[in-house]
């Protein structure tokens, strides 16, 4: 208990001794990082129900990057929350959907693959249940929604004060360090000179 006090002091006084703008980033990168983690968890808690119920929109962005983050599968949920609704999209719907959520190329294609997919026969609970199962997709996607904007938001205005620091040039120098990961970088080792003597003595505190 007692190293753990220690610690922790001797990190508040590393922390002190950086500059106000390092503090600052600090602040919003750790927030970020935590909504990193929130929206994680939302698509989870998304994906587990949609299994339950509405398999269709899992399987029509299972091979997409982002899956249900992406901004077609909410928006295709936002307006077919149930295998009822989403059979019965029209070709006109779901081209308006895509295109709400920013898809500029392929449209058409996609909005053919998308009917296709939405429109196969498959298992389905009873109407009453799946009209419920529906009602608590929109509540967890609207929580999906809050939290990804606020991954965006704080990703922003993370980078914006990153970019104002005069080492954010150097530290995105390096192979694979981006504005949000250098910013993350800065956070946590700081902008105080005296800090490590050597190489050796950031490596040994990574």
């Not at 997919?117 to 809050?146: S, Y």
Request: aromatic share 6%; with cysteine; hydrophobic share 45%.
């Amino acid at each position: 208990m007692t190293c753990e006090i220690d610690w922790a002091e001797d990190h508040y006084d590393m922390a002190m001794a950086d500059s106000d703008l390092v503090r600052a980033i600090a602040v919003l990168a750790r927030a970020q990082q935590d909504a990193v983690w929130d929206r994680t968890r939302a698509h989870n808690r998304l994906r587990s129900h949609l299994r339950e119920y509405h398999p269709a929109i899992l399987e029509a962005f299972a091979d997409k990057r982002e899956r249900l983050l992406a901004g077609e599968a909410r928006a295709i949920l936002t307006i077919a929350p149930t295998p009822a609704e989403a059979a019965r999209l029209t070709r006109s719907r779901l081209r308006g959907a895509v295109t709400r959520a920013g898809r500029q190329r392929r449209i058409e294609a996609e909005t053919d693959r998308l009917f296709e997919v939405l429109r196969q026969d498959r298992l389905r609970q009873p109407a009453l249940v799946e009209r419920a199962m529906g009602r608590q997709t929109l509540a967890l996607l609207a929580q999906l929604d809050a939290v990804c904007r606020a991954y965006e938001d704080l990703a922003r205005d993370t980078e914006e004060l990153f970019l104002q620091h005069p080492d954010a040039e150097i530290i995105t120098s390096f192979p694979g360090l981006a504005l949000l990961t250098g910013a993350r970088i800065l956070a946590e080792i700081g902008d105080d000179r005296t800090r490590f003597d050597t190489a050796r003595d950031l490596k040994a505190y990574a």
